[in-house]
């Protein structure tokens, strides 16, 4: 099944840093920009990060200065790097790329 993965979740607490990293399956992030997305319990799914082939960099207004994404090239991974970690970050958190959505990885930020 091509997808890809997103892993590296977890429970944090408010103001705590975090990494989560996506890997291809069956697809090779290397050669697509790929995209984090997030989504809380009863919330629209929203764009979050995304880095193109060249690393090039986009962010949602809500997370820059505390999120960065990066890219393993070779190596298949795109990075998502999230520091000062606010409650209202809480949300499953997935990659897209190509056209593709994958498993995502649960962050829960609470105290």
Same mark, same amino acid.
């Given at each position: 099944?091509?997808?890809?993965?997103?892993?590296? &979740? =977890?429970?944090?607490?408010?103001?705590?840093?975090?990494?989560? #990293?996506? +890997?291809? %399956?069956?697809?090779?992030?290397?050669?697509?920009?790929?995209?984090?997305?997030?989504?809380?319990?009863?919330?629209?799914?929203?764009?979050?990060?995304?880095?193109?082939? &060249? =690393?090039?960099?986009?962010?949602?207004?809500?997370?820059?200065? #505390?999120? +960065?994404? %990066?890219?393993?090239?070779?190596?298949?991974?795109?990075?998502?790097?999230?520091?000062?970690?606010?409650?209202?970050?809480?949300?499953?958190?997935?990659?897209?790329?190509? &056209?593709?959505?994958?498993?995502?990885?649960?962050?829960?930020?609470?105290?």
């Amino acid at each position: 099944q091509i997808q890809p993965i997103a892993f590296g &979740g =977890g429970l944090v607490q408010p103001g705590a840093s975090l990494t989560v #990293r996506c +890997t291809g %399956s069956g697809i090779t992030l290397d050669d697509y920009a790929t995209s984090w997305y997030r989504q809380a319990p009863g919330k629209d799914r929203e764009f979050v990060a995304r880095i193109t082939t &060249g =690393g090039k960099t986009s962010y949602a207004e809500f997370v820059k200065g #505390r999120f +960065t994404i %990066s890219r393993s090239s070779p190596g298949n991974t795109v990075w998502l790097q999230m520091e000062r970690l606010e409650p209202g970050d809480t949300a499953e958190y997935l990659c897209y790329c190509n &056209g593709y959505w994958g498993q995502g990885t649960q962050v829960t930020v609470s105290s």
